[in-house]
C-alpha cells in the first residue's frame, strides 16, 4: 500500500488494515517469517508540523511522520524447548521518513535526531515497508517460552521451558585415517 506523500492533505492520511489485506499480510510474513494469525493496523501518514513563524517546514527537506497502532499475533516454536507458542506483539507505531537516498560518500555526518530517519524514494511511502521496519524492530532475537509475548498453546503442557535430553550422538571415537591427527600439534 503506497501512499502518495505529494498529495497529503493537511491533516495526514489514514489506512486501516486486516489481515484480509494481502500487502500487509505480505510484509507481516516477511518480518516475522511465519503466517500471521491476526493482524491489524491503524496507520497515519502526515507531514512534519510547520514552524508558526514562517509557516514552512522545519527542515529543508520536509519528513513524513508515520503514527498509529500495529498488531500480530503467530505460532512459533520456543527455540529451547521447541513447544509450540502463540506469540503476539502490539503496540503504537511512530516512525519518521525523508524523502531521498542515503549519501553515497563513506563518512556521514549524522546528528543524534537522524539516527532514528527512514529513507523512501519517489514520490510515495510504501506502507508495507513501515510494517515490516515496525515489526523487525519489535522482534526478540530468540523466543522462549518465559517471553512476555509467548503464550503455550498446549496448556495441558505446563512443565519447566528446558532443553530436551539426547543420547549423546553417534560414537566418535571410532579409529579412522585422520585419527592420527587429533593430537597432532605444528612444528615449531
Not at 19 to 36: H, M, N, Q, V, Y
Not at 43 to 67: A, I, M, N
Not at 79 to 108: F, I, K, N, Q, W
Request: with cysteine; glycine share 8%.
Amino acid at each position: 500500500m503506497k501512499v502518495v506523500v505529494d498529495a497529503l492533505p493537511p491533516e495526514g492520511r489514514t489506512v486501516r488494515a486486516t489481515l484480509e489485506d494481502a500487502w500487509l499480510f505480505e510484509a507481516a510474513r516477511r518480518s516475522i517469517e511465519a503466517k500471521p494469525r491476526a493482524l491489524s493496523c491503524d496507520l497515519k501518514v502526515s507531514k512534519q508540523p510547520v514552524d508558526r513563524d514562517s509557516g514552512r517546514p522545519q527542515d529543508r527537506d520536509p519528513r513524513f511522520l508515520v503514527g498509529g497502532s500495529l498488531s500480530v499475533t503467530w505460532k512459533q516454536a520456543c527455540h529451547r524447548c521447541v513447544r509450540s507458542l502463540r506469540m503476539t506483539m502490539e503496540g503504537p507505531v511512530a516512525l519518521t521518513y525523508v524523502r531521498g537516498t542515503l549519501p553515497d560518500s563513506d563518512e556521514v555526518e549524522l546528528e543524534a535526531g537522524d539516527l532514528d530517519l527512514g529513507w523512501f524514494d519517489g514520490g510515495s511511502l510504501d506502507l508495507a515497508d513501515v510494517v515490516s521496519e515496525q515489526l523487525a524492530l519489535w522482534l526478540p532475537d530468540r523466543v522462549v517460552c518465559g517471553d512476555a509475548r509467548a503464550e503455550r498453546t498446549d496448556t495441558a503442557d505446563d512443565g519447566a521451558c528446558a532443553l530436551h535430553q539426547h543420547d549423546g550422538g553417534p560414537d566418535l571415537s571410532r579409529q579412522t585415517p585422520f585419527s592420527g591427527l587429533a593430537n597432532w600439534k605444528p612444528p615449531q
